[in-house]
């Protein structure tokens, strides 16, 4: 189930990728239907950028009070209408006016499809879930370009199509729940089971599902219940996850992906692909190489972790836009050569990395109180980058050249090197409870790694607040049923209770129990529940009778002193 969710939220990022790119297309067809001014054009190009600016402004709040499965139906009906609005125009004003629709939904689905698969996904796959939403944006791409190719001068249809998937997308959703996460937090407990049990394929009364939705309740009652506000990204505590998600943002365009699309032309026409039929080949064959590296990198994501992924991608990008540098600042037809191969291999690195990771951890960083603003601020930083980075390429160019352009991207690559080991948490496999745990609790967010094999660590001790402290007392109760000293440690459960909640180790053991055993559905525990934390709880309760009053007292009445110890 969880894959069709994906798929369907990725529905989302096909329409973002086939609006961005069919328009390259349908530009020399429109210019001989239509008398298209330069301001014209700018605007038309730039309608879907500016209304995805607006999409996310208005994403964040929308998505918190409406739900997330709403929000993407609602980009659904916007993108087919653009589609259809766009096919039917006798204007050029028409077309400016059903692109900014269209931006406007994608900038909705750009910040609500990741959303909606990260809170829906389990946390060791959780990575690659997300990255279907970037590789639905190249496959959208390759559409729009295998388009063009295949309708020649029949723009309206080009346009049309774009329709399909939009219907598909608000179709989809609509027989979809939304993710549990969000129901929770709007006190909808059934609905949020339901969801659960439905993503993972489990009864509704699985021991399962108890946990994890007890995991999601704890976290979620630390949170006030007033609406979440922008300023609280800027608090102490969550400055941090803004940092990382804006960050990435920033170093994805300053990578210069944009402008290395926009350059790929004029690169292969001096390589020696003068005809426009070839030229279009090769750009498709782009196409190819960005959603095939995509797929390599979501088959990585979660075997490699983010912060390794992201390294490889910052260095493999630096190193290929140092070769476009190259050759862009020389005549040698050689060289011209090394800038083409520079960029094949610059798409192949930023699609296995830049492309789909910004996407992946702004999904993740957030505490789920501020998630969707906080996925609204970074996209809004996406979006107005994207824009900042275009609209200055030519100044630039005219200003310090090509080749200077293409090495100042470069340096910003090897700026992201030492941002991603500087700032970056490695997100990998770690729920998203743990995840805000570890970033509420002031440690530097950086160092947060996935579990151990086998040894509680700081995630899983973080991972162990969602153990209902009410709880405690009746599984430590259980507990000591099985255990030898039960006769001297039952007096004293409740403060025993209080003491293993407060200590992380203890409480690790406890949660593994409460996740792995029927006992938080049914109230029995058997010994063989507490498997290979026995050891654990025994030292901890063993200490705690020794320290007793009723075993003190016993002691005292045998006659043992410090100095004579076998006396008793």
Request: aromatic letters at 8%.
């Amino acid at each position: 189930m969880i894959y069709l969710v994906a798929a369907l939220a990725g529905l989302a990022g096909i329409l973002f990728g086939f609006d961005e790119g069919i328009i390259a297309g349908a530009l020399g067809p429109l210019r001989g239907a239509f008398t298209i001014s330069p301001l014209d054009e700018g605007l038309m190009t730039a309608a879907v950028p500016l209304g995805a600016l607006f999409g996310a402004m208005l994403a964040g709040r929308a998505a918190e009070r409406y739900g997330r499965r709403a929000m993407l139906m609602a980009a659904g009906i916007l993108f087919t209408l653009g589609a259809v609005g766009a096919s039917m125009i006798t204007a050029i004003w028409m077309l400016s006016a059903a692109r900014l629709a269209l931006g406007v939904a994608v900038g909705i689905a750009a910040m609500v499809a990741p959303l909606y698969i990260s809170e829906s996904a389990p946390p060791a796959k959780r990575g690659v879930l997300v990255a279907v939403y970037q590789l639905a944006i190249t496959l959208g791409i390759l559409l729009a370009y295998l388009a063009n190719f295949g309708l020649g001068d029949a723009w309206r249809s080009m346009f049309l199509l774009g329709a399909l998937p939009g219907i598909a997308l608000f179709v989809g959703m609509f027989f979809m729940r939304d993710t549990p996460r969000w129901l929770q937090a709007r006190g909808r407990t059934g609905e949020a089971r339901a969801a659960l049990a439905r993503l993972h394929g489990l009864p509704p009364s699985d021991a399962r599902i108890d946990a994890e939705l007890a995991q999601i309740a704890q976290a979620g009652q630390t949170e006030s219940r007033d609406v979440a506000r922008w300023r609280e990204l800027a608090a102490p505590a969550v400055r941090p996850a803004l940092i990382v998600a804006m960050g990435l943002f920033l170093l994805q365009q300053l990578s210069g992906i944009n402008a290395v699309i926009y350059y790929a032309p004029t690169v292969f026409k001096e390589a020696g692909f003068d005809s426009h039929s070839t030229g279009l080949m090769a750009t498709i064959g782009i196409g190819i190489v960005n959603v095939l590296m995509t797929v390599v990198g979501m088959l990585l994501i979660d075997r490699i972790g983010r912060r390794r992924l992201l390294a490889v991608g910052f260095v493999g990008t630096a190193v290929s836009l140092s070769m476009i540098s190259i050759g862009a600042m020389t005549e040698s037809q050689s060289l011209d050569v090394v800038a083409t191969i520079g960029l094949v291999l610059y798409i192949a690195a930023f699609a296995v990395s830049l492309g789909a990771l910004p996407w992946v951890m702004m999904a993740e960083v957030f505490p789920r109180r501020v998630r969707s603003l906080g996925m609204s601020a970074a996209t809004l930083a996406n979006w107005g980058l994207n824009f900042l980075v275009v609209f200055l390429f030519p100044v630039l160019i005219a200003t310090i050249g090509l080749g200077g352009v293409f090495a100042v991207f470069a340096l910003a690559c090897l700026t992201g090197i030492w941002f991603t080991l500087r700032y970056v948490p490695e997100t990998s496999g770690v729920p998203l409870e743990v995840i805000e745990a570890h970033l509420l609790s002031g440690l530097p967010f950086h160092q947060l790694r996935p579990e151990s094999a086998g040894r509680p660590n700081a995630a899983a001790a973080e991972a162990s607040l969602a153990l209902p402290r009410e709880k405690t007392g009746a599984l430590v109760a259980a507990i000591v049923m099985h255990n030898p000293y039960r006769s001297t440690l039952t007096p004293m459960l409740p403060r025993i209770a209080e003491l293993a909640y407060e200590n992380h180790q203890i409480r690790t053991a406890l949660y593994a129990i409460w996740q792995d055993s029927a006992f938080a559905r049914t109230g029995t525990l058997r010994a063989s529940d507490l498997s290979a934390h026995k050891g654990t709880i025994w030292r901890f309760l063993e200490h705690i009778h020794y320290a007793s009053p009723e075993f003190l007292a016993s002691v005292r009445e045998g006659g043992a002193t410090p100095g004579n110890p076998n006396a008793h």
